[in-house]
């Protein structure tokens, strides 16, 4: 489970922010996780409680918004879900695609008080 490696280097990056920014106390913590991104979202909220035990986070709350996976296709140019249409145009058949989005992963907001 490559996620609990995941949540420690988020939690590691959002202390330095803590650190840098002169926060006193952090409300939540807010991921964006494409749904072709390879991470299990959860993953990530079964690992959290254990990472930040002890820390300054503790009472952090872990938000994740789940992207889907947009895909344009290539031979009628219509954008739509990949995973919910399996990869098949539900304009013209065309299984050709372009991923616009869904590999994402980032760290979208740190909410303080």
């Known amino acids: 489970m490559h996620e609990l490696g995941i949540v420690c280097s988020i939690v590691d990056q959002v202390l330095e922010v803590v650190r840098k920014q002169g ?11 494409g749904a072709m991104s390879s991470v299990v979202p959860e993953y990530l909220t079964g690992c959290y409680p254990s990472v930040v035990d002890g820390t ?5 709350e872990l938000r994740i918004e789940e992207l889907p996976a947009i895909g344009k ?3 009628c140019g219509e954008s739509y879900d990949v995973i919910n249409h399996r990869g098949v145009c ?3 058949g065309g299984k050709e695609l372009e ?3 869904g590999r994402e992963f ?3 907001e740190i909410i303080a008080r």
Do not use: F
Request: proline share 4%.
């Open 73 to 75: 296709c290539r031979s």
């Open 106 to 108: 980032n760290i979208k």
């Open 23 to 33: 926060l006193s106390e952090v409300e939540a913590i807010v991921l964006e996780v």
């Open 90 to 92: 539900p304009g013209c």
């Open 56 to 60: 300054m986070l503790e009472k952090t």
């Open 99 to 101: 991923l616009l989005g």
